[in-house]
C-alpha cells in the first residue's frame, strides 16, 4: 500500500513537471524572452557585473541554459525515483530513465518549432540529456548512501545483539 501511495506522488510530481516544462515551451519567443530578460537584469543587479546590453544578453543565455539543465535534472531525478519502485535491473532502470527523458526533451522542441518565435535547437536536447543523466545519478548516489547507512545500522544491532 505505501509503494503505491509513493509512486503515485512521485507521479504526480513528475507530470506536474512535464506540465511546467510544456507551459515554458508553449510561451511565444516574445513571452519566453521576456521572463528570461527579467530575471537577467535582476541577477545582474545582484552580481558585481556592469549591467549592459552585452552583459544582459549573455545573462540570458546563461539564465536559459540554466534553466533547460536544471528542469530536466529534476525530471531525471524523478524518473528514476518512479521506475527505482520496482523490481528492475539497474542497467534497465538507467535506460528506461534516459529514454523516456530523451524523448521528451526531443518532443518538447519540436513542440517549440511550432510556436511563433521559437525554435528547434539540438544543442537544447543535448543540454536536456545532460540534466536527466545529472538527475539519474543524483538519485543513484543516494540510494547507495542509504544502503550503506543501512547495511551499518544492521551490523551495529547484529553486533549489539550478540552481545
Known sequence: MKINILRAIIMILLLGTFY???GFSNQNGEESGNLSGKIAK?????????NNEQ?????????RKIA??????????LLMSFVST??????????????????????DEIHQ?????????????????MGVLLGILMLLTILEIHKKIKTKINRQNVAKSSI
Open 86 to 107: 520496482y523490481h528492475v535491473k539497474e542497467k534497465k532502470r538507467i535506460g528506461i530513465c534516459l529514454f523516456i527523458g530523451i524523448f521528451y526533451a526531443i518532443s
Open 20 to 22: 511546467i516544462i510544456f
Open 42 to 50: 535582476i541577477t545582474l543587479e545582484i552580481l558585481p557585473i556592469e
Open 113 to 129: 518549432k511550432f510556436v511563433p518565435g521559437r525554435s528547434c535547437k539540438i544543442t537544447d536536447v543535448m543540454l536536456d540529456t
Open 68 to 77: 533547460h539543465f536544471s528542469i530536466y535534472t529534476l525530471v531525471g531525478f
Open 55 to 63: 552583459n544582459l544578453k549573455r545573462a540570458e543565455a546563461v539564465i
